[in-house]
């Protein structure tokens, strides 16, 4: 049974001991009797009131460790049916550099803020022109002397006039939803409290202050405090009030607090509910849907055969609390959370968590996020296949799990605590074990498990995130299982010995190492009853597969391990969202600026740009690859294309839900397309069914079949027919290049060697004109503009591994240069042979190009060979050639429309496809190697003025064509310092280093390793 609702009061938190209860039976301070506003109270006690000397402004202790003061014990967040004002809107406001040098009085009803400016509310206001924004990742932007901040502390003071109506003079409170990070609050000249805990409510009893006309609201928010040493999460530092400022009607009948228990088993439903409030007799509770009517608070009652919540199918019930005073609503989802067999279940079933790491984000605005944008988000994500969240690192605003439980989403709640910092000083002082600190962290938790108790979506709570250790942490779990034992606890920082979680949880393992853990085979831990507690656990990957720039790489392998294992749960891809922030050029080009560029002394750069999504939220080509990799069911054709195999990976659906489609496509663009009978396949289960005889008749060379699974009625996320998971068989024809039969002899011409259509300058047999089309090249290729991957150092490597940008440096890739060797025209073509090598080194690469004409076209073939002690990776081998910049329509054949790397690209299909050279790319933040499509076999640029074109054909490459060279794109910091130069360069790769993800996480995986060696490739150019 779990205790009856006892709130934490956030005047005096709890200190428990592990496994304790750690609750107080105490409550929020009486209301005065026959009223509780001024206007009950008459005029001359209103005067009083505004005339009621303003405590020292010294009331915002910056170097307080403590919770915030005087706010009410923390609840549920409900709709309570009764009144609210919204105090957002412009509000007064002043920015001082420093507590010194802020106005003094600010808090006085009569304090003149004629002169200063104005900012709504929410913001953040380094958003709106006040000071700076500043991004760090772990190192505090100050020194760490916890409790102490720097003088040079930035203040925001805002102050608000506000008329109230009637309905509201009865009782009320003032909430608010976010305030980064400290804060001291005003009504009507008397202090009220302060806050702390910047991602967290903090509501205040005010009915006794209030008045019909002209409230003064004034707060007070300081940038840093001693609440800022535990709120060092990876992001921008951005103060203001970001969330909502809301005056709630609370006469003296109303509850205060609500607790849904609503659990499932064996097909029924069992539901609690418990209430805070005076009327607790006459409280009575119905689900009109159950038939459930007049359940008493604190009874547990059998409710029936219920429809249960899952992520895939989110049924929620419609609960009303009845009392004398008002009509409290509740969406509330029947499930049960388990661990079983070292299995997570919900409701019984395993589950498998398809997830990202939520920031809360708005490139205009900071944290103060629009409400569409958040629920488009959540909506894109469940159009890409994902089914869970972890709120990093911090709560996120309410509304989120309402839509989260809306839409069906897994959810890891976790407490905004964060003190990453500590790691660059050894930990000293720590928070997260210094007993100063220990109330307030307490406080933290309990105000987001008591704000989110209610939300089904909410599986696990977490602790927070890279916190390190101590004996704070575990209280917090001690509570938190005592107060809501129906849940989970998550912790990934202290995992080699925490006995005080529920899960296993890392962050960025490799592969290697999560399929060992799948078969319990991690290593030891000293304490024999840590490891056989941590033994017994599931396992999640709270991070994995970092999202920043090109990438990620090696999301396949994960899924496969993820899948192979019962252990296995998983995990949450870092991260969702991009943190760039809108700036525009002098020219008036805009641009998304990152860690750097607004002269923070101490900063991490670009590494705030690490998202599926761009700041926009304009998906990037990694969220489609994550859509493919992760999809919920796995299909695949057979090899006469007679039938069709599918195995059901959702946990409770059984794909009634789905309809099934085929296509068949050729490269005339012809197509043919039709529909399957539904099919019903059990979670965890495959089957196989014919496909019509009308795709078998279409089984043609040269053409692709693709068969997709789509939604078969409208979603609350997605239209009807929306594709949720597809497969191919066929393929685009392959192109041999076959020597040429009857081969022309090169002539020596004043201009050069001509070969059928070709010329060649005669000293180095480099190419120059193609019939008439202007040619620079072939130069040989082993350098890619770096990505954020390969300037990664592979965290899993133990530090024994550098970078891959930094090995191909240290070769001198970027840096090849070549000299021709030999020219030689024989009877059937030209056989060139170039030695490419770097500066200051005896490594050297001999490259042959043998060319044949028959005439109108030209066959290539490349031979290369290693010379010297060559070591580490190549990034690429491949030619460069430089053409005309009006070649800017592009068409293909392979693989496509996006892009695609060995170990990434996995949303790519094959087809017949047509892009603009300015489509090709894609515009990352900070520029670097993209955009190439490979699986090609047919490659045509075209002139759509005058109409030339060059024809490229092969057995499979992979191209790229841009307007700049690779050097300008490894040199550049942001898009705009990319400028089209007026050529078009276009590389033909014959491989390629894979990608990885070791900007944070493991390199690419030996498969996807290109290491020195001979290769071989051909191609044939018309």
Same mark, same amino acid.
């Given at each position: ?52 000397? %303003? ?25 309570? $049916? ?55 990742? %772990? ?76 409230? *003064? ?50 097909? @029924? ?50 609960? *009303?609390? @009845? ?84 839409? $069906? ?37 309990? @105000?987001?498990?008591?704000?989110? /108790? ?48 529920? *899960? ?30 941590? @033994? $017994? ?90 859509? /493919? ?102 393929? *685009? ?290």
């Amino acid at each position: 049974m779990t205790p009856a609702i006892r709130p934490v009061r956030r005047e005096a938190p709890p200190t428990p001991r592990p496994g304790a209860s750690g609750r107080q039976n105490g409550r929020c301070r009486p209301r005065p009797a026959g009223g509780t506003g001024a206007a009950d109270r008459g005029e001359d006690a209103a005067a009083m009131d505004r005339t009621t000397p %303003v405590p020292g402004d010294d009331a915002l202790d910056l170097t307080s460790t403590g919770p915030g003061t005087g706010g009410i014990a923390p609840r549920a967040r409900f709709d309570s $049916g009764l009144p609210e004002l919204s105090l957002d809107g412009q509000w007064r406001f002043l920015l001082s550099p420093s507590p010194l040098a802020a106005p003094a009085g600010v808090g006085e009803e009569d304090f003149d803020d004629s002169g200063w400016g104005s900012i709504p509310v929410p913001s953040s206001w380094p958003m709106h022109g006040h000071g700076q924004p500043a991004y760090t990742n %772990v190192v505090y932007p100050f020194p760490v002397d916890p409790p102490f901040v720097p003088d040079a502390n930035p203040i925001g003071d805002h102050r608000r006039r506000f008329d109230v109506p009637d309905e509201l003079l009865g009782g009320a409170l003032l909430r608010f939803d976010g305030v980064d990070s400290a804060a001291a609050v005003w009504l009507n000249g008397r202090l009220l409290g302060t806050t702390r805990g910047s991602r967290l409510p903090t509501e205040f009893e005010v009915g006794d202050l209030l008045r019909r006309r002209d409230n *003064v609201l004034a707060v007070r928010v300081a940038q840093f405090s001693a609440a800022s040493y535990v709120e060092d999460q990876d992001m921008w530092w951005l103060p203001g009030i970001f969330r909502s400022v809301t005056l709630l009607a609370h006469p003296a009948g109303a509850l205060r607090d609500v607790f849904v228990h609503a659990a499932f088993a064996g097909g @029924r439903g069992e539901l609690r509910v418990e209430v805070d409030g005076p009327d607790r007799e006459l409280t009575r509770v119905s689900v009109p849907e159950l038939d459930v009517r007049d359940l008493a608070p604190g009874v547990t009652l059998d409710a029936g055969p219920v429809r249960p919540w899952s992520a895939e199918r989110p049924h929620l019930y419609d609960l *009303v609390v @009845r009392t004398p005073a008002q009509r409290v609503t509740l969406r509330v989802g029947f499930r049960t959370v388990t661990v079983e067999d070292s299995q997570i279940r919900v409701n019984g079933n395993p589950v498998l968590f398809r997830g990202v790491n939520r920031h809360e984000h708005h490139p205009d605005f900071g944290r103060a996020v629009p409400a569409q944008t958040a629920l488009d988000e959540l909506r894109l994500m469940k159009r890409h296949n994902l089914n869970a969240i972890r709120t990093s690192h911090y709560p996120p605003h309410p509304d989120v799990l309402r839509w989260a439980d809306e839409l $069906g989403f897994y959810v890891i709640d976790e407490c905004d605590l964060e003190t990453h910092g500590f790691s660059h000083v050894g930990w000293r002082r720590n928070p997260s074990g210094d007993p100063a600190y220990r109330d307030a962290l307490l406080d933290r938790m309990a @105000r987001m498990v008591e704000r989110d /108790k209610n939300h089904p979506s909410v599986l696990i709570w977490s602790l927070g995130n890279e916190a390190g250790v101590g004996d704070n942490l575990e209280a917090m779990a001690g509570w938190v299982k005592e107060r809501d034992p129906s849940r989970l606890v998550h912790y990934e920082g202290d995992w080699q010995r925490a006995g005080y979680v529920d *899960v296993y949880s890392r962050m960025y393992p490799s592969v290697t190492e999560v399929e060992a853990i799948g078969q319990f085979e991690e290593p030891e831990v000293d304490d024999p009853e840590l490891d056989a507690h941590r @033994r $017994g656990l599931p396992f999640l990957m709270c991070e994995y597969a970092h999202a920043m720039g090109n990438g990620p790489g090696g999301l396949s392998e994960y899924q496969a391990a993820f899948e192979s294992s019962p252990r296995l749960h998983g995990g949450f891809v870092w991260e969702w969202l991009e943190h760039g922030i809108h700036r525009t050029t002098p020219d008036g080009v805009r641009y998304d600026a990152y860690g750097g560029d607004f002269g923070e002394p101490v900063h991490d750069g670009n590494f705030v740009i690490d998202g599926l999504v761009s700041a926009d939220r304009v998906p990037r080509p990694g969220l489609l690859d994550v859509k /493919k990799v992760v999809e919920p069911v796995r299909m695949a054709v057979g090899e006469d294309w007679r039938t069709l195999s599918l195995t059901n990976l959702h946990d409770v659906s059984d794909l009634s839900e789905f309809a099934l489609r085929w296509c068949v496509r050729d490269e005339t663009g012809r197509r043919s397309d039709g529909g399957l009978d539904p099919v019903r396949v059990a979670p965890g289960q495959s089957a196989t069914v014919a496909l019509p005889a009308e795709v078998t008749g279409e089984r043609i060379d040269g053409r692709v079949l693709t068969v997709s699974l789509v939604l078969a009625h409208a979603a609350d996320w997605a239209p009807e027919g929306h594709e949720v998971a597809w497969c191919q068989a066929g393929r *685009v024809p392959a192109q041999p290049v076959a020597p040429v039969a009857s081969p022309a002899a090169p002539v020596s011409t004043p201009d050069g060697l001509r070969l059928g259509p070709a010329l060649f300058d005669a000293g180095t047999g480099l190419l120059r004109c193609l019939r008439g089309l202007p040619v620079d090249g072939p130069e040989f290729g082993l350098w890619r503009a770096p990505t954020d991957n390969d300037r990664g150092t592979d965290s899993t490597a133990g530090g024994r591994r550098p970078a891959d940008a930094d090995v191909w440096e240290r070769l001198g890739l970027p840096r090849l240069v070549s000299r021709t060797v030999s020219v030689e025209s024989t009877g059937d073509g030209l056989v060139v042979v170039r030695r490419s090598g770097t500066a200051g080194r005896d490594h050297a690469v001999d490259v042959t190009y043998r060319w044949e004409s028959d005439g109108a076209g030209l066959r290539l073939a490349v031979e290369v060979n290693p010379v010297g002690p060559w070591t580490g990776t190549w990034a690429r081998i491949g030619i460069d050639l430089t053409l005309p910049a009006t070649l800017t329509e592009v068409e293909w054949a392979g693989l496509g429309p996006g892009p695609k790397y060995p170990d990434t690209g996995q949303a790519q299909r094959q087809g017949w496809y047509s892009a603009t050279v300015a489509d090709l790319g894609v515009d990352y933040v900070r520029p670097q190697e993209n955009g190439a499509r490979a699986g090609v076999s047919r490659l045509r640029l075209r002139d759509p003025a005058s109409g030339r074109e060059l024809t490229v054909r092969g057995p499979e490459f992979s191209f790229t064509a841009r307007p700049w060279s690779q050097r300008a794109l490894a040199s550049a910091r942001h898009t705009f310092d990319l400028a089209p130069d007026g050529r078009l360069y276009l590389m033909l790769d014959h491989a390629q280093h894979g990608i990885g993800t070791a900007s944070c996480g493991p390199g690419p995986l030996p498969r996807y390793t290109l290491t020195p060696g001979p290769a071989r490739f051909d191609l044939w150019f018309e």
